[in-house]
C-alpha cells in the first residue's frame, strides 16, 4: 500500500495550491481519504475527508469554503485544492486511508498514511 502526497510549496496568503494523493495497492474498492495536517508546534488535524463509496466529503470548520477535496477515479488520485490561503494554514499535509469509509477525523481510524507535503503561507 502506498499513499504519495505532493503539490506543497511556499505561497503568498490569499493564493491558492492544490495538493495530490495517489494511492496504490489498497485491498479495498471502498475506501474514506483524508487529509490531515500538522503546523509547527501542533497537534495534528483533520482538514477534509471523502469517501470513495458514495462521493461524500467532510471539512473541518476551519477550511470550508476555502478548501475542495476531490477524486480522480481514474487515476486513483485524490486532490485538495486550497484556496485563500492564510499563514495559519501552514503545515505539513498527509494524506490517509481508512478501510472503513468513515469520513470523521479519529486518527486511529486511518491505517494508511502518504508521507507529507509541506505547505508554506507567508509573504
Known amino acids: 500500500v502506498q499513499l504519495q502526497a505532493s503539490g506543497g510549496g511556499l505561497v503568498r496568503p490569499g493564493n491558492s495550491l492544490e495538493l495530490s494523493c495517489v494511492v496504490s495497492?489498497?485491498?479495498?474498492?471502498?475506501?474514506?481519504i483524508a487529509w490531515f495536517r500538522q503546523a509547527p508546534g501542533k497537534e495534528r488535524e483533520g482538514v477534509s475527508s471523502?469517501?470513495?463509496?458514495?462521493?461524500?466529503?467532510y471539512y473541518a470548520d476551519s477550511v470550508k469554503g476555502r478548501f475542495t477535496i476531490s477524486r480522480d477515479a481514474a487515476k486513483n488520485t485524490f486532490y485538495l485544492q486550497m484556496n485563500r490561503l492564510q499563514p495559519e494554514d501552514t503545515a505539513v499535509y498527509y494524506c490517509?486511508?481508512?478501510?472503513?469509509?468513515?469520513?470523521?477525523?479519529?486518527?486511529?481510524?486511518?491505517?494508511?498514511w502518504g508521507q507529507g507535503t509541506e505547505v508554506t503561507v507567508s509573504s
Open positions: 495497492g489498497l485491498p479495498l474498492k471502498y475506501y474514506a
Open positions: 471523502i469517501s470513495t463509496t458514495n462521493g461524500r466529503t
Open positions: 490517509a486511508a481508512d478501510l472503513g469509509g468513515r469520513l470523521l477525523f479519529q486518527e486511529t481510524w486511518y491505517k494508511y
